[in-house]
C-alpha cells in the first residue's frame, strides 16, 4: 500500500453477536496489549502520555438514560519515521450485538520504506469474541468441513449476508510437510479478515464439487479465496475467486502462499465501515472539562473568600493545563486530519480517472468485438454462398481472455512471434490484486499485438511496433497509441537504468542481458500499474519480439 496517498495501513471491523460485556472485553484485550507495550493501560477519559512519544486518548458516547453506547481508545505514537496511529472503536446496540474495530494509520515522514502490519491485538479480538460473518464464525484456525458439512460450506459462500471472503483449502490426497506448515502459519493472519475453512478429506473435495460445480470446486492441495456474491450457476464467476494450487503451495521457492493473508486483509482494509460507525461522534472533551470546574467551583461558593480565591486559582492552572494539553492534542490531531483528507481526495480524483479510462477502454473494447463480429459474419456468408455450410459452425469455442497472470504464463507458446524470457514471479505478484483479471487481459493483448507486428514483419512489414499500431492492415492487433512508450526519459535511465535490464538468449547477447526501454501501459493510475517492457529482434537474431519484463511499476521520475 502507498502510504503516502492513503494513511490507512490496515482495518478490520468484526460484528459480535452476543455481546454483553462488549466494552469491558475490549478494554481488557487493549489493556493486555497496551501493557505489554508500555507497562500501563490507563482508561478513565482524556490523554495520557504513555512515553515521550506516546499519547493514548480515552473517549466514550453515552445513551439517555446514562448507559455506554460508545468507545475509542486511540494511541498516537510519533515516531522519528512516521506518525502510528491505532484506534480501537466499539459500538453497542439494543440487540446486545456490538461492532468493533481496529484500524491503523501510519503518516510517514520521509521517503524511508515503512512496512506496516496488522496491530497484533486483532488476534485476541477474534479469539476472545466470538465475531462471525453472517453464517460464517470467524475463528483463528480452519475449521474442518467433512463430507456431511458441504451444504452449510456452500450456504456460508452464497449467504447475501457475507462481506467478508472465505478461504476454503483441501488437505492433501498424501501428508506434505510444506503445504502443512504454511497453512499453519497463514491461516492466523487471516482471522478477523476471512473465515477459514478445511475439506478434510477427498470425500468432502468430492462432495463439494458435486454441490458447487467444477467452475468453483477446490482440488486437494489447493486453497481459494471466494470474494462475495458467488454464483455456482455462472462459469464465468469461478475465476473471480482466486486459488492457489497444490503445486504453488507446495513448492519450497514459491511464496505465494504468503498471498493468501495479504488478499483477505487488503479486502478488510479497503471495505466500507458499516453507518454505525461512520457515523459515530464523541462528546467534547472541552465541554467535559468545563462542566466539572462549574462543579468545583459550586463546592466552594461557601467557603472562606481568600481560601476559596487561592482553590480557585490552582483549580485555574490545572484547567489552563489541561486546556493545553486538548488544544496541542486537537492540533494534532486536525493536522492529521488534513493529510487524511488530502489523501482521500488524491485517492477520489484517481479513481474518477480510472473509471473514466476503463469506460474508454471497454468502448474500444466493444468497437472491437462488434467489429470481429460483422467480420465473422461476412466470412460465414461467402463460405454459405461457396456452399461450405459446415464450416460455418465453431465445434469447439476458442479461449477468452486470460483470467489470472498464472494463466496467461500457460499460454504463451500460443505466440510464435514472442520470446518471453521474464521473471514469471514478478508477474504472478499481480495476481494478488484486486485489478488482477483486467490486467491479465490487458497484458494478453498487448503480448497479442507484439505477436501480430511480429507476424507482419516476417510478411514484410518495413515499419516498427510503433507504426504497426497505427496501420489498419486487415487482422492487425493493434496496441493503443496513448499506451505505448518506445523510450524512457534520460533522468530514468541515468538513475534506474539497471532495472531496465531484463534477460535475452545468448545468441543475441553474449552476458545474456540487455537493456529494454519500450514498454507497454497496462494501467496508469496507482503505485502498481504494470509494465511490460520489451525489445525488437524481429530483424536479428530470434526473428521475435523479446518480451523481458512483465510486473508493477519500475522507479522513475514520478514513482520515487
Not at 502490519?117 to 484456525?141: E, N, Q, S, W, Y
Not at 462432495?207 to 462459469?235: C, K, M, N, Q
Not at 510503433?466 to 534520460?490: F, I
Not at 497496462?522 to 530470434?542: E, H, I
Amino acid at each position: 500500500m502507498d502510504l503516502n496517498s492513503n494513511p490507512l495501513a490496515h482495518r478490520t471491523t468484526l460484528t459480535v453477536p452476543h455481546a454483553e460485556n462488549v466494552f469491558q472485553d475490549v478494554r481488557r484485550i487493549s489493556a493486555q496489549w497496551l501493557t505489554k507495550k508500555f507497562g500501563s493501560a490507563p482508561f478513565t477519559s482524556g490523554h495520557h502520555h504513555l512515553d515521550e512519544v506516546s499519547v493514548l486518548t480515552n473517549q466514550a458516547a453515552y445513551l439517555a438514560d446514562g448507559a455506554e453506547h460508545a468507545i475509542r481508545l486511540q494511541l498516537r505514537e510519533d515516531k522519528p519515521d512516521a506518525t502510528w496511529r491505532t484506534a480501537i472503536t466499539a459500538v453497542a446496540f439494543e440487540d446486545d450485538s456490538a461492532l468493533v474495530s481496529v484500524g491503523l494509520e501510519v503518516f510517514p515522514n520521509g521517503n524511508a520504506p515503512l512496512s506496516p502490519g496488522r496491530p497484533g491485538l486483532v488476534r485476541d479480538m477474534v479469539r476472545d469474541l466470538k465475531p462471525t460473518d453472517g453464517l460464517a464464525p470467524l475463528t483463528l484456525d480452519t475449521l474442518s468441513v467433512g463430507a456431511q458439512g458441504v451444504e452449510a460450506l456452500v450456504d456460508v459462500l452464497c449467504d447475501p449476508a457475507r462481506r467478508m471472503p472465505v478461504i476454503v483449502a483441501a488437505r492433501p490426497v498424501r501428508p506434505d510437510p510444506v503445504w502443512s506448515d504454511r497453512m499453519r502459519r497463514a491461516m492466523p493472519q487471516c482471522a478477523g479478515a476471512a473465515s477459514l475453512y478445511l475439506l478434510e478429506d477427498t470425500d468432502a473435495v468430492d462432495a463439494f464439487r458435486d454441490s458447487i460445480g467444477e467452475y468453483h470446486r477446490v482440488a486437494p492441495g489447493a486453497a481459494r479465496t471466494f470474494l462475495t456474491d458467488v454464483d455456482p450457476a455462472w462459469p464465468q464467476d469461478g475465476p473471480r475467486h482466486r486459488f492457489l494450487t497444490m503445486a504453488r503451495m507446495s513448492d519450497p521457492a514459491d511464496g505465494a502462499w504468503f498471498g493468501l493473508a495479504r488478499t483477505v486483509q487488503r479486502i478488510s482494509t479497503e471495505a466500507a465501515l458499516p453507518e454505525a460507525l461512520r457515523s459515530l461522534s464523541f462528546p467534547d472533551a472541552g465541554q467535559h472539562h468545563r462542566v466539572e470546574r462549574q462543579a468545583a467551583l459550586a463546592v466552594v461558593r461557601h467557603s472562606d473568600e481568600l481560601e476559596t480565591m487561592r482553590n480557585d486559582v490552582a483549580e485555574l492552572k490545572a484547567l489552563l493545563a489541561q486546556a493545553d494539553e486538548d488544544l496541542k492534542e486537537a492540533g494534532r490531531t486536525a493536522e492529521l486530519s488534513v493529510r487524511t483528507v488530502a489523501s482521500l481526495e488524491e485517492q477520489l480524483h484517481s479513481a474518477v480517472e480510472r473509471a473514466d479510462g476503463d469506460m474508454e477502454e471497454a468502448v474500444r473494447a466493444l468497437d472491437d468485438v462488434e467489429r470481429a463480429r460483422a467480420e465473422a459474419g461476412v466470412l460465414r456468408g461467402r463460405l454459405r454462398d461457396a456452399g461450405r455450410f459446415e464450416d460455418t459452425v465453431v465445434v469447439e469455442q476458442p479461449q477468452g481472455v486470460p483470467d489470472s497472470f498464472e494463466d496467461l504464463w500457460e499460454r504463451l507458446d500460443a505466440l510464435d512471434g514472442v520470446l518471453v524470457t521474464a521473471d514469471k514471479s514478478k508477474a504472478l505478484e499481480l495476481d494478488e490484486t484486486d485489478r488482477a483479471r483486467v490486467w491479465a487481459a490487458k497484458a494478453w493483448n498487448a503480448l497479442r499485438a507484439l505477436d501480430s507486428y511480429s507476424q507482419a514483419a516476417k510478411e514484410g512489414f518495413n515499419g516498427g511496433f510503433y507504426q504497426h499500431c497505427t496501420s489498419d492492415r486487415s487482422g492487425a492487433v493493434n496496441w493503443p497509441l496513448k499506451q505505448l512508450a518506445m523510450t524512457e526519459s534520460d533522468t530514468t535511465m541515468n538513475m534506474w537504468g539497471s532495472e531496465r535490464i531484463f534477460p535475452v538468449p545468448r545468441e543475441v547477447d553474449s552476458s545474456e542481458r540487455m537493456e529494454m526501454q519500450a514498454h507497454l501501459k497496462l494501467d496508469s493510475k496507482g503505485s502498481t500499474s504494470p509494465r511490460v517492457y520489451f525489445m525488437d529482434d524481429t530483424k536479428g537474431a530470434t526473428g521475435q519480439v523479446i518480451v523481458g519484463y512483465v510486473g508493477p511499476h519500475l522507479t522513475n521520475t514520478k514513482t520515487n
